[in-house]
């Protein structure tokens, strides 16, 4: 057994496990990258075809590659797919793909982790594990979805790809945050009718004073806190904002945008049966805490501006980002007769969770919440990547994982040399 114990082994080849097993080899230290589909399956599976990333190229580097394409593109999922298949084989990363780990357990030193490979169960030892399977694997489905009647047609946006897979008819999406507002403008440019069923959510301009949005929020450190300085768990519960990937890369998204493309602007869901839906009548306080959110924003930018006396052109007109004070682009409607509408599709734009339940140690607190200091497990050598606020508030952003795969791995190989150490 010792001759074939690893020295990590990491779960999940996304960018996050493959930023890390870089950074490993580097070190020198032996291991494997266990993937339960193939490299990237998470971006393969669950992303729909026009999806585009909302941050630009240039933010998007693995470790050690240079940007190759526009740096100020948004990439499709495809791209970014491709891109994670030539760094494997760029780099020889040690990935093992169809293999879905079924258990992690420890005894003494060594970590035991069986998996499934092929229809056959192998096990792998190893003296330090690193979990980077991510925080949105799993596709989350409302409860709700069980009351629909069985002729409308149901997805989650996980498994949405285009129009096209969806019967004639309008169409239902639930839920007001990215995905839902993409999947809405991507259903509405295909000249669907569709209804949106928002919920409070905020949003950014695409582009603002001259820069991309993200380069000013960089700039301002916005997404630096860290969690141990959040004050207000609230915080912790707030979902990213909404921001455009698409179109020219300096126009927003907003409600208003969407409803002046012909999509219908709802309030939170509240209840179903049947082929009845009731809607709570908030769709204009959505719209105004999304609109509020970017001014917000705006001013820490404007603010930072004045403060470091930096030279920034004057803000150009962007009609999505223009506060509907009035609340004008929402409708009335709190209650919808699913067949008197012609709705035959519901997309469910509820979220998406991860299943760490392989893990067969005390990780978990009361509430199933991952129990660690910064991505360090109290289980010794045991390590987690890319969830949310696991260090700061861009944890799960992948600009943010880059700075935390170098904070982990150093842990991975100060553990290792600190094994060495004590052997000699």
């Known amino acids: 057994m010792n001759e074939n114990t690893l020295d990590v082994i990491v779960v999940g080849a996304g960018f996050a496990g493959l930023s890390a097993s870089y950074h490993l080899k580097n070190y020198g230290l032996t291991h494997i990258v266990l993937e339960r589909g193939r490299v990237g399956e ?21 470790p050690g590659m ?13 791209e970014f797919v491709k891109a994670l298949e030539k760094y494997v084989l760029t780099n020889g990363l040690p990935v093992s793909e169809n293999s879905k780990v079924i258990s992690v357990e420890k005894a003494g030193d060594l970590f035991r982790v069986m998996v499934s490979l092929k229809g056959l169960t192998k096990e792998y030892f190893s003296r330090q594990v690193l ?23 149901q997805l989650h946006a996980g498994e949405y790809r285009n129009a096209a897979q969806l019967p004639e008819g309008a169409v239902l999406v639930i839920g007001g945050a990215q995905s839902g507002c993409q ?52 915080l912790f519960e707030l979902r990213p904002p909404q921001v455009s990937g698409t179109g020219s890369g300096r126009d927003s998204t907003s409600l208003q945008s969407l409803a002046k493309k012909g999509v219908i602007i709802l309030g939170k869901m509240n209840s179903a049966e049947g082929d009845h839906i009731n809607f709570q009548p908030n769709a204009a306080m959505h719209v105004k805490f999304a609109d509020e959110f970017s001014q917000k924003i705006k001013k820490m930018i404007d603010d930072h501006i004045t403060r470091n006396k930096l030279s920034a052109s004057a803000p150009h007109y962007d009609e999505a980002d223009i506060p509907d004070t009035e609340a004008s682009c929402v409708s009335s409607i709190t209650s919808l007769d699913l067949k008197e509408n012609n709705i035959t599709s519901i997309i469910w734009s509820t979220g998406f969770n991860y299943d760490l339940s392989y893990i067969k140690l005390p990780v978990f607190d009361d509430d199933g919440k991952l129990k660690h200091t910064e991505g360090v497990s109290i289980v010794p050598g045991l390590y987690f990547l890319g969830y949310p606020w696991m260090r700061s508030r861009k944890s799960p952003i992948l600009f943010g994982i880059l700075v935390d795969v170098e904070f982990i791995t150093d842990k991975l190989y100060n553990h290792h040399r600190q094994r060495i150490t004590a052997k000699i």
């Open 42 to 62: 998470s971006w393969r599976s669950q992303r729909w075809d026009s999806f585009r990333f909302n941050s630009t190229n240039k933010l998007n580097v693995l």
């Open 66 to 78: 240079r940007c190759r394409s526009d740096e100020n593109a948004f990439s499709s999922v495809v």
């Open 131 to 153: 979990i980077a399977s991510g925080a949105a694997n799993e596709i989350k489905m409302s409860p709700v979805s069980e009351n629909i009647s069985k002729g409308i047609k």
């Open 183 to 234: 999947v809405a403008e991507d259903l509405a440019t295909e000249g669907k009718k569709v209804y949106l069923s928002t919920s409070c959510v905020g949003r950014i301009p695409r582009w603002y004073r001259g820069k991309d949005i993200f380069d000013w929020i960089i700039d301002t450190k916005f997404y630096d806190i860290k969690a141990e300085e959040v004050t207000d768990p609230k």
